[in-house]
């Protein structure tokens, strides 16, 4: 029984991926670590996790490849694969809102997210601008749809197309 293949084990890294996005990047490096495991010196492992990992995810990471024995690229090779797989089964939160996130915002919906949905869970997140005062969320075969604009038109009903129609010409 290996330890690379439990789940949990790789829970101190998941746990700072938030996004799609993120885990994209973090797909790329464990590709291009996969790679470097058999060129010669360590060195080229360190440098790749210190730029191109998030910087939340590198710590942990550069953390669990330096406990592994350094004579056996194949042990590395087994942890980044059981990595991969693990963040493929990460659940997807997708959320669509009508700005561009800050870093702060995106780290107030993580924690709302794990707290209420789970901790695999990560965020699809995209910008349509379109959205007034809202954001449409998809996960596990539900959506919702919640902004001023649907708020607006469900309140005043037929009122809302001449309303509309007086606002905008």
């Given at each position: 029984m290996s330890a690379s293949k439990n789940t949990t084990s790789y829970d101190d890294i998941c746990r700072n991926v938030r996004t799609t996005h993120e885990r994209s990047i973090l797909y790329n490096s464990i590709?291009?670590?996969?790679?470097a495991l058999y060129k010669k010196g360590v060195s080229s492992l360190d440098?790749?996790?210190?730029?191109?990992?998030?910087?939340a995810v590198a710590p942990s990471l550069k953390d669990r490849l330096m406990r592994l024995p350094l004579s056996s690229p194949d042990a590395a090779?087994?942890?980044?694969?059981?990595?991969?797989?693990?963040?493929?089964?990460?659940?997807?939160?997708?959320?669509?809102?009508?700005?561009?996130?800050?870093?702060?915002?995106?780290a107030v919906l993580t924690v709302w997210m794990r707290e209420h949905i789970g901790a695999n869970v990560i965020m699809d997140i995209s910008v349509?601008?379109?959205?007034?005062?809202?954001?449409?969320?998809?996960f596990g075969g539900r959506y919702k749809e919640i902004n001023l604009a649907?708020?607006?038109?469900?309140?005043?009903?037929?009122?809302?197309e001449n309303i509309k129609h007086m606002l905008y010409e």
């Open positions: 590709e291009a670590l996969t790679e440098e790749i996790i210190d730029m191109q990992l998030p910087h090779k087994e942890f980044l694969a059981g990595l991969r797989d693990t963040l493929m089964q990460l659940q997807i939160l997708s959320l669509e809102v009508a700005f561009e996130p800050t870093e702060e915002t995106i349509d601008h379109a959205l007034l005062g809202g954001s449409r969320i998809s649907s708020i607006n038109e469900s309140a005043l009903g037929y009122q809302w």
